[in-house]
């Protein structure tokens, strides 16, 4: 059956360390993958996107990477903030997007 | 520019009781669409609709109706709310691809979420 997971458990991290968030699916061949961020009470907001012949991408402290071999992406933020205290979520472009449940990521001062 | 305005934030329904959720956005984007999140589940899409008029099912249909008379907006309907319709429901749009194929890039800009109780 298709899957996409993520972490379900909260990542705990402390501030100005790098967090690392896992996305990974079984039986899409997505085109490309997208990653959101999603406070509490609020919509999903677009971050980044990365194609399926890429296999890194950055945005100032954000990297993702894809490895369609593995089906996976990772999500990297660098010298973490408490204000990227947030739900993230991973999106595969199949048409459609599909996406993941999200990973609350938690940074403590 | 709102972006995507979503209302109402949060309505409680009894069981039975219809209701509509209006989606409204000032991008003049092509495509809209409806999602509805749970606890511990990923968005999951109700429906879309890539132009005025049009509207297709998504993953999650039953139960649900939508109907996008206008660009702008892109309306939810709940005809007979049941218990397991007590979800966050957003909205989202995104431009217009040439072809909707799953190698064209959608960016997708979402509402703030309407919160919907159903006893």
């Known amino acids: 059956s298709q899957k996409i997971e993520q972490n379900s458990e909260a990542l705990n991290i402390q501030e100005g360390k790098t967090a690392t968030l896992t996305c990974n699916y079984t039986?899409?061949?997505?085109?490309?993958l997208q990653w959101y961020r999603q406070d509490p009470g609020r919509g999903p907001v677009f971050l980044l996107l990365i194609r399926e012949n890429e296999k890194e991408k950055r945005k100032e402290r954000l990297k993702v990477t894809f490895d369609t071999t593995l089906k996976q992406s990772l999500f990297h933020i660098t010298a973490s903030q408490p204000a990227d205290s947030a739900t993230y979520l991973c999106?595969?472009?199949?048409?459609?997007?599909?996406f993941g449940q999200g990973t609350t990521l938690q940074v403590k001062p | 520019n709102a972006g995507v305005t979503q209302t109402p934030k949060f309505r409680v329904l009894k069981t039975g009781q219809s209701m509509t959720l209006l989606c409204a956005q000032d991008?003049?984007?092509?495509?809209m669409y409806w999602y509805r999140q749970d606890p511990g589940m990923g968005l999951r899409l109700i429906h879309y609709?890539?132009?005025?008029?049009?509207?297709a099912k998504g993953e999650v249909p039953d139960g649900y109706n939508v109907s996008r008379l206008k660009k702008q907006n892109f309306l939810l309907g709940l005809e007979s709310a049941a218990p397991s319709q007590t979800s966050v429901y957003f909205c989202?749009?995104?431009?217009?691809?040439?072809?909707?194929?799953?190698?064209?890039?959608?960016?997708?800009?979402f509402g703030p979420g309407t919160r919907l109780l159903v006893l």
């Open positions: 609709s890539v132009g005025e008029g049009t509207t």
């Open positions: 999106a595969l472009g199949t048409g459609k997007l599909i």
């Open positions: 989202a749009s995104s431009p217009r691809q040439e072809l909707w194929v799953k190698r064209v890039q959608e960016t997708q800009y």
């Open positions: 991008m003049n984007h092509e495509y």
């Open positions: 039986n899409y061949s997505p085109a490309y």
